[in-house]
Antibody, heavy 114, light 111 residues
Framework: QIQLVQSGAEVKKPGASVKVSCKASGYMFTSSGMNWLRQAPGQRFEWMGF????????NYAQNFQGRVTMTTDTSSATAYLELRSLRSDDTAVYYC???????WGQGTLVTVSA | DTVMTQTPLSVSVTPGQPASISCKSS???????????VYWYVQKGGQPPQLLIYEATKRFSGVPYRFSGSGSGTDFTLQISRVEAEDVGVYYCMHSLPGWTFGQGTKVEIK
């Protein structure tokens, strides 16, 4: 079955960067792009962007332009999200979700605290 | 940007009774390809969301028949015909293309 397995929880200081991974299995990785989203405590889901796993085309949400980079490694069927210049309000659970919306990773808690 | 507004934000339902959640968008969600890219999810506990309905009215594989989606244009509804204890969770509507925009969520509890 399709699985998206994300890396473990992270604690970062303000100004630092974080890189979250999402390893896919159970389907052809390059057949579906990957979305990244986050859910801060008490907030609705926030879409961060999309990366095509076939041609590396990217579409970042305006709120994250300049601070986010999404990449893929097709050899390991893994997608990556890097977020830089972290602030306390970046504290959230970060999710990868396969194009189409039917499959999500389990989530990665990123805590930004001095 | 499109805004998705759900009502109610919380509902308490007696098992076996119906429940209905409304989702209104700030603009028409009918895409130029004729489809309406509205989805409904449920999030239980600390789990990621589970897809229930896609393209406004289509039940996702394995989703019980008591869940149905309806609506078009700017007004959409998720209905649960007879709520069961396992249906407890937070329900979200979502619009894609462009990007993914979510409603604020509706908490469903059992009386």
């Amino acid at each position: 079955q399709i699985q998206l397995v994300q890396s473990g929880a992270e604690v970062k200081k303000p100004g630092a960067s974080v890189k979250v991974s999402c390893k896919a299995s159970g389907y052809m990785f390059t057949s579906s792009g990957m979305n990244w989203l986050r859910q801060a405590p008490g907030q609705r889901f926030e879409w961060m962007g999309f990366i095509s796993t076939s041609d590396d085309g990217r579409n970042y949400a305006q709120n994250f332009q300049g601070r986010v980079t999404m990449t893929t490694d097709t050899s390991s069927a893994t997608a990556y999200l890097e977020l830089r210049s972290l602030r306390s309000d970046d504290t959230a659970v970060y999710y990868c979700a396969k194009e189409g919306g039917s499959d999500w990773g389990q989530g990665t808690l990123v805590t930004v605290s001095a | 940007d499109t805004v998705m507004t759900q009502t109610p934000l919380s509902v308490s339902v007696t098992p076996g009774q119906p429940a209905s959640i409304s989702c209104k968008s700030s603009e028409s969600l009918l895409h130029s390809d004729g489809k309406t890219y509205v989805y409904w999810y449920v999030q239980k506990g600390g789990q990621p969301p589970q897809l229930l309905i896609y393209e406004a009215t289509k039940r996702f594989s394995g989703v019980p028949y008591r869940f149905s989606g309806s609506g078009s244009g700017t007004d959409f509804t998720l209905q649960i015909s007879r709520v069961e204890a396992e249906d407890v969770g937070v329900y979200y509507c979502m619009h894609s293309l462009p990007g993914w925009t979510f409603g604020q969520g509706t908490k469903v509890e059992i009386k």
